[in-house]
């Protein structure tokens, strides 16, 4: 199924085509007056060097004005075979599209609302029919019955017509279309850039980015370049300062080695004043009961600070490198860097 842009915003369209497949563009005199468009000879030449394929109208109150307007269209420098010409379906438009498709020019015969026009338009050689399907839901009409019809009367009577599903006004209508099985579907880009949205793909991906960052991120790659620590002889008023202008929830407790001898966090802050009450800020680090801190060095991956802080239950782990503290990590960063 050929996949069509429904556009006439320069930018966008620009934007749609980088993606690659795209088969080509449709406009319309509409979408350029929305636009503010008022060269429109020039803006066809522009839109020609951009896309694969160009659908364009040629519009003309008879078959001779028709012909003519996409002759003079073709002057402007636009390639035969890379050119649609859209003509609205009437008597004088599909007698316009039966010279033009034999004088070897591409014909699409639009604004179609019947199975009728639309077998009128493929006996008249129409390279592609196309109903509107947002505009016939808008008159309470079955569009999907209409665009189904279409498709299986080319497939039946073996007319060399593509059936051309257009306005596109939701994600819906595109499943719709492939559904039915019609040949081409034209898409304003709002709706084009939904189509590979999905919630469960969405989490799934992040799951596979997490577990990739958890196997290939080393500890040393998240820890914070301030590295919160205090020695025995420093008081809970000193750890408190550390962790509230660092923003910590907690401090490592060191020797003069640089070795981890414990660690403060706000929760010991908090139990703290609970028993002692004021007085608990002037302690010293070296009063209180401590145990050696659940470490890690820095060159693991972060998948066994995982590991360790599932495992422990713990919120904090102490950084070393060659057994000396260089930093702390928080289970809060594993869950910043996957966020």
């Known amino acids: 199924m050929e996949l069509y842009l429904d556009s006439a915003d320069i930018k966008e369209i620009k934007q749609a085509f980088e993606i690659g497949f795209i088969d080509g563009l449709t406009t319309t005199p509409t979408f350029m007056h929305r636009h503010g468009i008022t060269d429109v000879d020039g803006t066809i030449v522009e839109l020609a060097k951009i896309v694969p394929v160009l659908q364009i109208e040629a519009l003309g109150e008879t078959a001779e ?17 890379t050119t649609v010409y859209k003509i609205p379906v009437s008597m004088e438009g599909l007698k316009a599209c039966k010279e033009l498709t034999k004088e070897g020019f591409l014909v699409n015969v639009h604004l179609v609302y019947t199975l009728q026009q639309a077998y009128m338009a493929m006996q008249a050689g ?50 719709n279309a492939i559904e039915i099985g019609v040949h081409t579907i034209t898409a304003p880009w709002k709706i084009m850039k939904q189509l590979t949205e999905n919630h469960f793909t969405e989490i799934g991906t992040r799951q596979f ?12 790659d998240i820890i914070n370049d301030n590295n919160p620590t205090v020695t025995g002889d420093s008081t809970v008023t000193d750890c408190l300062l550390k962790m509230t202008s660092g923003g910590f929830g907690a401090v490592t407790v060191i020797n003069d080695n640089q070795e981890p001898i414990g660690i403060f966090t706000d929760g010991d802050l908090r139990r703290l004043i609970e028993s002692d009450g004021g007085a608990a800020v002037t302690k010293k680090m070296s009063e209180l009961s401590m145990s050696t801190p659940l470490s890690i060095d820095a060159n693991e991956l972060l ?8 495992e422990k239950k713990v919120d904090e782990l102490v950084v070393t490198s060659n057994g ?3 930093g702390m990590i928080d289970i809060q960063d594993l869950v910043k860097l996957n966020s």
Do not use: W
């Not at 028709?66 to 636009?78: C, K, M, N, S």
């Not at 808008?138 to 073996?158: K, M």
């Not at 997490?210 to 040393?220: A, I, S």
């Open 209 to 220: 980015f997490e577990h990739t960052r958890l196997m290939t991120v080393r500890v040393k």
């Open 65 to 81: 004005e028709i012909v003519a307007e996409a002759y003079r269209q073709e002057t402007l420098g636009l390639d035969r075979s």
């Open 324 to 326: 000396k503290v260089v």
């Open 303 to 310: 998948f066994e600070a995982q590991t360790l802080f599932t």
């Open 126 to 175: 129409a390279t592609y029919v196309c109903p509107l399907v947002g505009r016939l839901q808008d008159q309470g009409t079955d569009a999907l019955q209409l665009v189904e019809a279409c498709v299986n009367a080319v497939n039946y009577y073996g007319y060399d017509t593509k059936i051309m599903f257009s306005s596109v006004r939701n994600v819906e209508h595109v499943r």
